[in-house]
């Protein structure tokens, strides 16, 4: 399974973007799919997750109200994550990730950047 972020880029403070992860592989749309982020020095932490039907999601804390996670309807390979009011405090590397069988997120996407100016 290969998972491509994209969306990211350059915003400012209480702008909005929409990224973008697409997987290829016959069982995506199976399995459990989270975007994860990391700031400069600090840990990576799950944003957003959305279970493998679309109906059910969970939100860190510091997105929950402003982040909205999504799998397309038409095609359960894909997943969105739009994210409005951006802060500052956004700034990170966005990870988009699957679990596996496991029951662990096993297959990690490249990341995209995303940086909001104040």
């Known amino acids: 399974v290969q998972l491509q972020a994209s969306g990211g880029g350059l915003v400012q403070a209480g702008g909005s973007l929409r990224l973008s992860c697409a997987a290829s592989?016959?069982?995506?749309?199976?399995?459990?799919t989270g975007w994860f982020r990391q700031a400069p020095g600090k840990e990576r932490s799950l944003a957003a997750a959305i279970n493998w039907s679309g109906d059910s999601a969970v939100y860190g804390n510091s997105v929950e109200g402003r982040f909205t996670i999504s799998r397309d309807s038409a095609n359960k390979n894909t997943v969105y994550l739009q994210m409005v009011s951006l802060k500052p405090e956004d700034t990170a590397v966005y990870y988009c990730a699957m679990k596996g069988a496991s029951g662990k997120y096993d297959y990690w996407g490249q990341g995209t950047l995303v940086t909001v100016s104040s």
């Open positions: 592989g016959s069982t995506f749309s199976r399995y459990t």
